[in-house]
T-cell receptor, first 114, second 114 residues
């Protein structure tokens, strides 16, 4: 059972609002990731972190930002939400992705911008 | 271009029957291949991980195979249950970077009918 949690699970907000999606893991993993997934489509990496104070942009361009002040937390923020941001956002963590260790995913945050 | 292609896109089977899902990839240099199960509205859950030297791995009623020469993998589900209804995602990792870049397939949507 993965100890990685995302809040909120579902959110509907208006255009222009600021939103932060929370992600926490209690497994002590250094590596954390944010993916975006539209229905029926593959996951796209938007941000990742190797550890505290380390953040990088992923493969998919995103207007969101992330921070990693503590090992356990990896929040994702949209300063001004737009309808094009409507999607599912999945947080994940691992000990070492390159070595083949398991990547644990959170339950996802479904964001709808109206 | 590194890609992961899954087939079929969707599949309907009767409870108790077996099925096989396919994954073809062009990712190089290859590091490992993972199969994930994703229930509707939930995060993906790991089923198996296989490295270059492994050609089969089982997890209960799930058996994954890997042919690294032909760059093909399959996921065989035995004696299907209603709870097997989900999207099954093939994920291939390269070893061209420390991060171990992941390439996601779009998944096969499996529906098990009673």
């Amino acid at each position: 059972e993965a100890d990685i949690y995302q809040t909120p699970r579902y959110l509907v907000i208006g255009t222009g609002k600021k939103i932060t999606l929370e992600c926490s893991q209690t497994m002590g993993h250094d590596k954390m990731y944010w993916y975006q997934q539209d229905p029926g489509m593959e996951l796209h990496l938007i941000h990742y972190s190797y550890g505290v104070n380390s953040t990088e942009k992923g493969d998919l361009s995103s207007e969101s930002t992330v921070s990693r002040i503590r090992t356990e937390h990896f929040p994702l923020t949209l300063e001004s939400a737009r309808p094009s941001h409507t999607s599912q956002y999945l947080c994940a963590s691992s000990d070492d992705r390159a070595s083949g260790n398991t990547i644990y995913f959170g339950e996802g945050s479904w964001l709808t911008v109206v | 271009k590194n890609q992961v292609e899954q087939s079929p896109q969707s599949l309907i089977i009767l409870e108790g029957k077996n099925c096989t899902l396919q994954c073809n990839y062009t990712v190089s240099p290859f590091s490992n291949l993972r199969w994930y199960k994703q229930d509707t509205g939930r995060g993906p859950v790991s089923l198996t991980i296989m490295t270059f030297s492994e050609n089969t791995k089982s997890n209960g009623r799930y058996t994954a195979t890997l042919d690294a020469d032909t760059k093909q993998s399959s996921l065989h589900i035995t004696a299907s249950q209603l709870s097997d209804s989900a999207s099954y995602i093939c994920v291939v990792s390269d070893r061209g970077s420390t991060l171990g870049r992941l390439y996601f397939g779009r998944g096969t949507q499996l529906t098990v009918w009673p």
